[in-house]
């Protein structure tokens, strides 16, 4: 009996033991989809959070945590400690060295989404991923006072189209019970989907978060005839007193740790500039052992889903001993039950190995929109990689090793002993 003829004899086996086998392939698919979607979704945000902005030499907002301030001024998540003055951001701005400015004031949303306070420079000198301009899908920057540019994924999931009117709300909540309903926006723009949480956001002018926050006093909205209209609004002087942070480009790389130095100790107000790329490392470094806890969680759940595959074979080997005992009957040596029961185990391992490659395909296809919807964090995409192969080819030899221990026991009984009938 050669191997190759096995291979009928382990599918009817299987078959005649499918409760088992489904059971079985169930487990470590489950586990493999677990310890894969840790990586991708690991993977994914990473590469997200590197791609949001590029071409960045300093991130300037009150002194704080640098994590803190990356986290709120790029990727819209929290809030700033206290702003920054608009004197001191013009000082700033106006210095030999600085190519650019873009200044940002958070603080508002519309339906649960970022308002971001800023000025044309955004548009002009804002970049992502590989130094990829931002681009309009429709329309045009704002241009007025009362005009507004949104994000891809804003007009995806409100239907938005120019011309649309915009309600800008106070505060940052899904639901808020101070609105700016008397100075309506209107959609003049829709920015080409980037990947980033500009596509979660709602742009305006500087002038306009000032505009929309005039009469108001201790957060609370303006009423009766404190309540002012457009064109009283558009006659007042809207210059900034502060923004949250702003965004810097030097002329010369070389010049950025010297610039660096000197905004963190300028005398004026306390400030902190950071460099996108060392605080994202910062960043990492933080959430790497809630990444290392969680691999390991996940590598552990393979194991013992084979180790489930491995006593599932070494407990039915009781029931199949008249079973291997025939087949040596009919021919088959010892060395042909050990590479049946090992080919056993290798088919429920790449069935449980293929089965949880596209569960968490599926989890990622489906999951990945709502994550981006509540978080504005992107997990990746679906998709195949070589470590998913990897991780595959790590599962089936990894159960055709453990499955050797049962085969070896089928593999040293002999042939009297499964037609011994015991009592």
Known sequence: MSVLTLL?????????????????????????????????????????FASTVSDTDLIVGA????????????????????NVTWDTYQQIAARPDVAWAIPISLGDSHRGYRVVGTTSAYFEHYRTGD????????????????EAVIGAD?????????????????????????????????????????GTPV??????????????HEGWGGGAAPRGRDRLS?????????????????????KSRIAVLRAQREINAYRQEPLLAIIP?????????????????????AAFVILTGLFGLMTNILTSLNERRREMAILRSVGASALHVFVLLVSEAVLLAAAGAVLGLVLVQLVIFVAAPLVVEATGVHIGQAGVTFFDLKTMGGV??????????????????????????RL
């Open 154 to 194: 804003v007009a995806e999931a409100l239907s938005y189209t120019i011309g649309q009117e915009v309600i800008i709300a106070h505060g940052i909540g899904a639901v808020s019970f101070a609105s700016h309903d008397n100075l309506p926006f209107r959609v003049v723009g829709i920015l080409k989907r980037t």
């Open 396 to 421: 089936i030899l990894l159960g055709g090793i453990l499955a050797a221990l049962p085969a070896w026991r089928a593999y040293r009984q002999s042939l009297a002993d499964g037609l011994t009938v």
């Open 230 to 250: 457009a064109s009283e609004v558009e006659a007042l002087d809207l210059e900034p007193q502060s923004i949250t942070a702003f965004l810097l480009g030097l």
């Open 277 to 297: 790329g060392v605080a994202l490392t910062q960043l990492w470094d933080v959430v790497s052992v809630a990444e290392t806890a969680l691999s390991g969680i």
């Open 199 to 212: 596509d979660r956001s709602v742009h305006v002018s500087l002038a306009a978060i000032e505009a929309i």
């Open 131 to 146: 130094r990829l301009p931002l681009a309009m899908e429709a329309g045009q920057p704002f241009e007025n006072l009362f």
């Open 8 to 48: 009928p004899i382990v599918f009817r086996s299987l078959l005649n033991r499918r409760v088992t086998a489904f059971l079985t392939v169930l487990s470590i698919a489950i586990s493999v989809t677990l310890f894969l979607g840790v990586e991708k979704i690991r993977a994914g945000a990473q590469a997200g």
């Open 63 to 82: 002194r704080s945590g640098a994590i803190n301030l990356l986290l709120y001024s790029v990727f819209r998540i929290g809030d700033a400690t206290n």
